[in-house]
């Protein structure tokens, strides 16, 4: 039993929040700072390793502010190693590139039966990026970017901030660092036009893309308030996430208010006013129904879609 591991941390000044995960990984493996950017915490709790990529962000707007990593050790008896950026630094700087070595030169991975990379956008990126230190693992990634290289990646037009970083040297180009990855699982909105580039460059024969029509930039919290990211994580440890899986926990789409909100948008701005009125009715059987009932009340006024593919923000 992992009770540390259930303890809310939400509310807690930031400070206060570290010395808590501090706390828990002295407890139960360790928590150590990588430069001023990046943190790691470490779960020792059996022979299967989680390693997941999250900022503190979004660590923090999580129910109980815990990391996602902690509900698979309680619930699976897996060991967990959290990736923690303090900010939008990509996991791109020579501290975290250092710890990773170091992991290898230990032979850290080698001591688990089986390692699972999991990240989403930014952390899905370096989820695939940093696979190549763990031979055989497997790498679940949702909406992950390739790479930020203007040289690869111009086109694409969020995070020009982050264009500055350094995607060229040590763990780089995803797409090549997640070719010694047993299996790597991609999955993605198809018309959301930015998210559907950078997953055609995963290419390798050891990717399977998977395609999540209408999710766009809200395919993480629409898996995880659907309850289907842990099944998926379990299934893709066990490499047993394939098409056929992934349709059966998507269905779970179709009563989460979230993903209906995202696509009842879609239908106003693409001038389909009746599929739009269809999708309100039902979404009046959801926990949202007083949203949709207004909706139907006040019949959307259809916008034209801009001509041609665009890359939607997030």
Request: charged share 25%; aromatic share 8%.
């Amino acid at each position: 039993m992992l009770p540390d591991l259930e303890t809310d941390l939400s509310g807690l000044p930031v400070d206060d929040w570290q010395a808590s995960l501090d706390r828990i990984g002295e407890e139960h493996g360790y928590y150590e700072r990588l430069g001023p950017g990046h943190a790691a915490l470490f779960i020792d709790a059996g022979p299967r390793l989680m390693v997941s990529f999250e900022t503190r962000d979004q660590i923090r707007r999580r129910p109980g502010a815990r990391p996602r990593g902690f509900e698979m050790a309680t619930r699976m008896g897996w060991s967990v190693l959290v990736l923690i950026s303090d900010g939008p630094g990509w996991f791109r700087a020579p501290r975290v590139w250092g710890y990773v070595d170091r992991l290898v030169d230990e032979g850290f991975f080698e001591d688990f039966e089986r390692v699972l990379f999991f990240g989403h956008h930014e952390t899905g990126y370096a989820a695939a990026a940093y696979s190549v230190a763990s031979p055989g693992a497997r790498v679940l990634a949702l909406r992950p970017v390739a790479t930020l290289d203007p040289e690869i990646a111009g086109w694409d037009r969020r995070h020009l901030a982050a264009r500055r970083l350094d995607f060229n040297s040590r763990y780089g180009y995803a797409p090549d660092m997640a070719e010694a990855a047993e299996r790597v699982t991609v999955i993605f909105d198809p018309n959301h036009a930015a998210d559907a580039v950078h997953a055609a460059l995963f290419r390798r024969s050891n990717v399977a893309r998977l395609r999540a029509a209408h999710a766009g930039s809200r395919l993480d919290p629409i898996l995880e308030q659907a309850g289907a990211l842990a099944p998926l994580l379990e299934l893709a440890m066990e490499d047993r996430l394939d098409r056929a899986a992934f349709a059966r926990i998507w269905r779970a789409r179709r009563d989460n208010a979230l993903y209906l909100r995202g696509l009842l948008r879609q239908l106003e701005q693409s001038g389909h006013p009746g599929r739009a009125e269809r999708l309100c009715r039902h979404g009046l059987t959801t926990s949202e129904a007083q949203h949709f009932a207004s909706k139907l009340k006040t019949p959307p006024v259809a916008r034209p879609r801009p001509a041609g593919p665009v890359s939607r923000a997030g």
